[in-house]
C-alpha cells in the first residue's frame, strides 16, 4: 500500500494513500487510537486559536480532538451528530456532502445544546478540513444560535483548503491526482 509521510505537531507519521475515484487518491488522516498524535496537535492548536467559551466539532474523527482541547483548555464542547437521538431536545438540522461521503447526510444538533451557545464564543474544529461542506453544515447550526464564530481549526487543510486564510491548522495535506 502506498502512503504519504509527513510531520504533524512534531511527530511523523506515514499516511495510507485511499481511491476516493478513477482521478484522485487521498492520504487517510485517522486519530482514533492516536492519543499521541490527538494530545500533540491539540496542545499546537490551543496556541493558535483565539479565546473561546465552547468547541463545536462535527461526528466523528474530529471528536478526540475535540475532547482534548476541551480537556486542555477546560471548555465544554459539543458534537453535531450525523443522526437525530433519541436524548435531543429539539434537534437542529442542516444538510451537508464531504469528500469522504458519497451520499448527502444531515448533521443535527441537540437545541438544549444550541441554546448554551447561544451568545457565546464558538471555535468549530474538525480533524481534516478539505472542501469545507462539514465545516459549512457546523457554522450554519451554531449560527442559527447567534453565538459568535472566532475560529474554525483543524489538525490538516486538505488541497485547495490549504489556501484559505479564515482556517487555523498545522499542516498541510496534499491532494494525489491521477493521471
Do not use: W
Amino acid at each position: 500500500m502506498s502512503t504519504y509521510k509527513m510531520k504533524i505537531a512534531g511527530l511523523e507519521r506515514e499516511l495510507p494513500l485511499c481511491k476516493v475515484n478513477d482521478k484522485l487518491d487521498i492520504a487517510a488522516f485517522v486519530i482514533f487510537g492516536d492519543v499521541e498524535i490527538t494530545v500533540a496537535s491539540a496542545t499546537e492548536l490551543l496556541k493558535k486559536c483565539p479565546e473561546f467559551d465552547y468547541i463545536v466539532v462535527p461526528e466523528a474523527k474530529g471528536i478526540p480532538l475535540a475532547y482534548e482541547m476541551a480537556k486542555q483548555s477546560k471548555k465544554p464542547y459539543f458534537v453535531c451528530r450525523k443522526g437525530a437521538k433519541l436524548y435531543m431536545k429539539d434537534p437542529v438540522s442542516v444538510h451537508v456532502r464531504s469528500i469522504t461521503t458519497d451520499k448527502m447526510q444531515t448533521v443535527y444538533l441537540d437545541g438544549n445544546e444550541g441554546e448554551k451557545l447561544r451568545g457565546k464564543k464558538v471555535l468549530i474544529v474538525d480533524d481534516v478540513i478539505s472542501t469545507g461542506e462539514s465545516l459549512l453544515a457546523v457554522r450554519a447550526l451554531v449560527e442559527k444560535f447567534d453565538a459568535e464564530i472566532v475560529g474554525q481549526a483543524a489538525i490538516l487543510a486538505e488541497g485547495d483548503a490549504a489556501d484559505r486564510d479564515d482556517i487555523i491548522f498545522l499542516e498541510k495535506l496534499p491532494l494525489f491526482p491521477k493521471d
